[in-house]
């Protein structure tokens, strides 16, 4: 007795050739969200917005060139005017010009790449760090699980600020120090999220499985507990590059980050205290890119999060697929 | 109970002791002229000798970490060369304004948040949740120097140009001189404090309600026959204000030991900008203890927390 | 027949005679403490879940084991396949003791001795693609690699009756039946000499199930397989299985060639069982006597002293309180028709409800 391979969803051409009914097409779990993600309008407006921002940055060499300006130069005869002070936004300076009559808008752009970089390395160590440890602690259990979670809960008692303030007088403020210390205060809280799932995950029945083929604890970890908790990941992620970048800009805004002349958003903020009164573009243009790419970023990471796991008060649009 | 008292004070004191030895290790083991960096950039060649004897900096490290400790232990903090203060003394001159803002910012940012967390939530997809939601992602993303720089561009300087003196451009004034212009001085950064932290809440608050609302002892309640105020206050708030509970420990502790950038924009004399001030002047004795008294405020904060949640939620005393 | 020859890949012959002994399992207890979760009640209890269990496996058989929930069956099958820790007792793979082999040491082992879980949402990873699960073995034991397992794998696909295209879906884009036959093409991948099935049908629907039973025989056949066939359900035992064993907690009570289990039990809780299993024709039905076991099942925590089935036996007396009988075959049975009783029941005897209180 022959067993057939079981009915598979494949349309099926008719006869006279036209067109074959509408094939079910089986989803994966990534393309679900995909799709929800396509159909949430913040979630594109907020993507293409931090492309824009990505893009910037890339390409802050083209732009100083079209422009013609330098972050570094100083423009001391049409920057300043008579009695010193900046003049503000016009045809040759966009954003205006600084305390030392830096054109602002340049500043700006290449400030974005710090800010990026900062942002993004931070959270990707921070997770990847966090990952590891969240693995091992949710899969060994016991005394490893013990060890790890009290260093997690440690690290998360710890004032941030205060010290990263003693990290920094101590070793010199720096973007790698910058870095460091962001990565090391947000490692903790993906540890413990993904240690609360790694210990679910392992009772299931599929790690078993694995177990009895043979599985070493690596082949566990990373290739059955880790895709499941991915999600999390993820959207953790999205959610961390934020913080880091507000992080970063708050270090170089006291002077612990990145110093001057290289341009931060944080460091031009702080240069502009002095300035407020006589220059109001020197506040607020670094400001708002400072908030754009934030709010940008959180628009993006939570549409990400309601993607991967839809709250019951949201309401969906009907498919466009649906019923046909 | 004692036993979870016991159990939460033995890791508080874990977690000093890890703040301590990692302050010590940075400054005592990391290569470089620790008397002269303590005595000073302006010290003489004798007063770093003197302050390096004094100090038992000639000694071996392990003892002068156990020193360190046994110091420690008493509540000595050191002392400050730079400032010729004992720490202790410049503390005590400090944290009055902190305080000040730090409690003045929390009793502001519980009401707005919470506040708001609970009206979104109890009318879900409304005009008002949706602007509440939109407000609190807009001052969620602010990092608070920027609030407090725009505030004292827009607020202060702006108004007072236009006549408006009301708001002082910075400086503190101790509330023994005068309530009225403690709290003059004050308004600006409770507000740049109370609106970035608020807008946390009021998201934390929003979700957890919204959970809470939908739990099936809730629509007990309802079908009791009880109004929808005692609904929502007597039952519903009790559980969904945990999350922001913790939350809120974390703040307030972090806040005490310095609420450093708000004071730095603000000028405000304390904790914090001391602390910013010290590394100018590489004043270590004085970072240290500040790092110091900071993690004890926050992990102070988290043990009062969770005596709190003992006393709401039984549970967490039986727990083995 | 199987869905598609047996493919090159699969074809090496197995080693050793067929109806020789493949596993021997001596004595094995396993308990599990139970930490008492209030406070003052230190004493510490253990899960009793299998106490004391002989039972060889020949090669090529089919060995089915039932008993209710909670028997101790599934915990065996653990034991057997070292998923557990053994508390004591050995188990004998091939003339090899691997009771309290490393993990290392049992790697070896793993590829000839394999399982098939119950649950078919709950035993294959959503978040990984088929192919790359029916690719693990080859993976892990180093076997084969890319593009030759990726062909292995569709190989065994087709075997197992999936299309062999959809080698690059996800679990949740199959039903029930053709989950079970992912886990199935998993198990047989290494060829392997043993493969426990723990309730492999019992969650699928009744229709689907002899079409993977039917799967199971063929595969049986061709790959020259040994069962070892855990389930609660009597009837699918029955028709699968060469010898049946029958536990109850924790403890073989009966064990016999499938036929005579079926015509001549011994054990009155075999008895009962049997009596339970639905019949079609209804004239049949009432004429049947329905045993009904009185009490609740004793738990494994504290289990009764002597034989563990005296408190709900209807033929109970005062020696099954005190001593707990000795698995030997009873009457005129053949030797390999064994059961655990004193007082065993001969064919055609009637017996007598509700006599078991609970002590």
């Not at chain 2, 409304?126 to 505030?151: C, H, I, K, N, Q």
């Not at chain 3, 009155?268 to 039905?285: C, F």
């Not at chain 3, 089935?309 to 209807?314: D, Q, S």
Request: aromatic share 8%; net charge neutral; glycine share 8%.
């Amino acid at each position: 007795m022959t067993v057939p391979p079981v009915a598979e969803s494949v349309p099926v051409r008719t006869e006279s050739g036209s067109n074959p009914p509408r094939a079910i097409q089986g989803r994966t779990p990534w393309a679900l969200v995909f799709e929800r993600l396509r159909h949430d309008r913040t979630a594109v407006v907020s993507a293409v917005v931090v492309a824009v921002i990505v893009l910037v940055a890339l390409g802050a060499p083209l732009i100083a060139q079209i422009v013609g300006h330098t972050p570094d130069a100083q423009f001391r005869e049409t920057g300043l005017s008579a009695a010193g002070i900046p003049v503000g936004p016009s045809r040759a300076f966009l954003f205006g010009t600084d305390d030392l009559g830096r054109d602002v808008f340049i500043r700006v752009v290449y400030g974005t790449r710090i800010s990026l970089l900062a942002g993004v390395v931070a959270s990707v160590l921070a997770v990847m760090v966090g990952v590891v440890i969240g693995l091992a602690s949710g899969y060994f259990g016991g005394h490893t699980d013990t060890a790890l979670s009290r260093l997690m809960d440690v690290v998360l008692s710890l004032p941030y600020l205060v010290f990263a303030i003693a990290l920094v007088s101590v070793v010199g403020p720096s973007l790698g120090i910058s870095i460091a210390v962001i990565a090391f205060f947000s490692w903790a809280s993906v540890g413990r999220v993904v240690r609360g799932q790694a210990l679910s995950i392992t009772q299931k029945e599929y790690v078993e499985a694995a177990r009895s083929l043979g599985a070493g604890d690596a082949h566990i970890m990373f290739i059955e507990i880790l895709p499941n908790v991915l999600a999390a990941v993820i959207v953790y992620t999205t959610l961390l590059i934020p913080a880091a970048i507000t992080f970063e800009a708050t270090l170089s805004f006291l002077g612990l980050g990145v110093v001057p002349p290289t341009p931060t958003w944080g460091n031009m903020l702080s240069e502009s205290m002095a300035y407020y009164k006589v220059a109001w573009w020197f506040v607020v243009f670094p400001g708002a890119a400072l908030l754009l790419t934030t709010l940008a970023f959180n628009l993006l990471g939570d549409s990400v999060r309601d993607a991967f796991d839809p709250r019951h008060d949201q309401t969906f649009a009907a498919h466009p697929d649906a019923g046909a | 109970m004692i036993r979870f008292l016991a159990r939460r004070i033995g890791f508080a004191l874990l977690v000093l002791w890890v703040v301590a030895t990692a302050v010590f290790l940075m400054y005592f083991v990391a290569p470089h002229n620790v008397a002269r960096l303590i005595a000073g950039r302006q010290a003489t060649a004798e007063t770093v000798a003197l302050v390096r004897h004094r100090l038992g900096l000639d000694l071996p490290v392990p003892v002068q970490y156990g020193r360190f400790l046994l110091r420690l232990a008493h509540g000595d903090l050191g002392y400050s060369f730079v400032n010729s203060e004992s720490i202790g003394a410049i503390i005590r001159r400090d944290l009055p304004v902190t305080a000040s803002l730090a409690l003045g910012g929390a009793v502001l940012w519980l009401v707005i948040g919470v506040g708001a967390g609970v009206l979104a939530a109890k009318r879900p997809r409304s005009a008002l949740d949706r602007v509440t939601t939109g407000l609190s992602l807009f001052f969620y993303s602010m990092p608070t120097f920027l609030l407090g720089e725009l505030f004292l561009l827009f607020l202060f300087f702006r108004l007072y140009m236009a006549g408006i003196r009301f708001f002082p451009p910075s400086g503190y004034v101790p509330l023994s001189a005068s309530v009225g212009e403690w709290a003059r001085h004050l308004i600006l950064p409770w507000l740049t404090i109370a609106l970035v932290t608020a807008a946390t809440y009021s998201r934390l608050v929003r979700g957890s309600m919204l959970d809470v609302l939908g739990e099936d002892y809730i629509k007990t309640a309802r079908s009791k026959g009880l109004s929808e105020r005692r609904v929502t206050y007597r039952h519903a708030l009790r559980s969904a204000l945990t999350p922001a509970l913790t939350q809120f420990g974390i703040d307030l502790g972090t806040l005490l030991g310095g609420a450093i950038v708000t004071e730095q924009v603000f000028g405000l004399p304390g904790l914090g900008r001391e602390a910013v001030l010290a590394i100018t002047t590489e004043d270590l004795p004085l970072i240290i203890g500040i790092v110091i008294l900071a993690s004890a405020f926050v992990v102070v904060a988290n043990i009062v927390v969770d005596m709190l949640y003992a006393v709401l939620d039984p549970r967490v005393r039986v727990e083995s | 027949m199987t869905g598609a020859t047996v493919p090159a890949s699969l074809a090496a012959p197995p080693g050793g005679r067929a109806g020789d002994v493949l596993v021997r399992i001596e004595h094995v207890v396993k308990h599990f403490p139970v930490k008492s979760s209030a406070l003052f009640r230190r004493r510490a209890e253990t899960v009793h879940a299998v106490d004391g269990v002989t039972v060889e496996i020949r090669r090529g058989e089919t060995l089915g084991l039932v008993g209710e929930t909670g028997c101790g069956k599934s915990t065996l099958a653990r034991c057997i396949t070292r998923l557990y820790e053994l508390t004591s007792g050995r188990v004998i793979f091939d003339g090899v003791d691997v009771s309290r082999f490393s993990r290392a040491e049992l790697r070896p082992f793993r590829r000839r001795m394999q399982m098939i879980f119950q649950d078919p949402y709950g035993s294959l990873n959503p978040r990984r693609r088929v192919g790359s699960i029916i690719g693990d073995p080859f993976a892990i034991h180093g076997v084969a690699e890319g593009e030759d397992r990726k062909r292995r794998v569709q190989d065994l696909m087709a075997v197992v009756g999936l299309n062999p295209e959809h080698y690059n879906r996800f679990p949740s884009e199959f039903s029930g039946g053709q989950r079970q036959r992912i886990g199935i093409a998993r198990a047989i991948a290494l060829r392997p000499d043993l493969v426990v099935c723990d309730e492999p049908v019992s969650a699928l629907d009744v229709s689907i199930r002899a079409q993977v039973l039917n799967l199971l025989a063929d595969l049986q056949r061709d790959l020259g397989l040994t069962y070892l066939f855990i389930s609660h359900d009597l009837s699918v035992v029955r028709h699968t299985s060469d010898r049946v064993a029958v536990m109850y907690l924790g403890k073989i009570v009966e064990i016999a060639p499938a036929h005579d289990l079926y015509q001549h039990p011994r054990h009155p809780y075999t008895v009962a069982l049997l009596s339970a299993v639905p019949v079609p024709d209804p004239d049949v039905a009432d004429a049947q006597q329905r045993i009904i076991l009185s009490g609740d099942p004793p738990s494994p925590l504290d289990p009764p002293t002597g034989c563990r089935f005296h408190p709900r036996c209807p033929k109970a007396q005062a020696i099954c309180a005190a001593q707990d009988p000795a698995l030997v075959p009873h009457l005129a049975d053949a030797p390999d028709h064994r059961a655990a009783c004193h007082f065993p029941v001969a064919d055609g005897e009637i017996l007598a409800t509700a006599a078991g209180a609970a002590p």
